[in-house]
């Protein structure tokens, strides 16, 4: 894994947390269809896809905070790993720099 993978995969996650928050958001808004995520890795490369969830027919919010809390999370974990990640491999970079000099 590179630093680039560790940022895109940031950037997914990021995705997925501004689409929580507005699904959070518009948890008392009547008719409001939530928007869902999916994660994806391509050669190392996290993206994320966004799509409408399943719309109900309900008149109050679709929003299920039972998913949402948990998702908000997993991204806050996913976001701490990549970054530690980043610091671990800038760390290594640097004291093989040391080395060489």
Known sequence: MNISNNIS???AHQSMMNTNANNVA????????????RMSSNNGSVTANTRMADDTGSMKSQT??????????????????NVTSIKTQDEM?????????
């Open 26 to 37: 518009n948890v008392n808004t009547d008719r409001f269809v939530p928007s869902d995520i």
């Open 64 to 81: 299920d905070l039972a998913k949402e809390i948990p998702d908000q999370m997993i991204v806050q974990g996913a976001t701490a790993a």
């Open 9 to 11: 995969s940031i950037g």
């Open 93 to 101: 970079l640097g004291s093989l720099l040391d080395i060489k000099a």
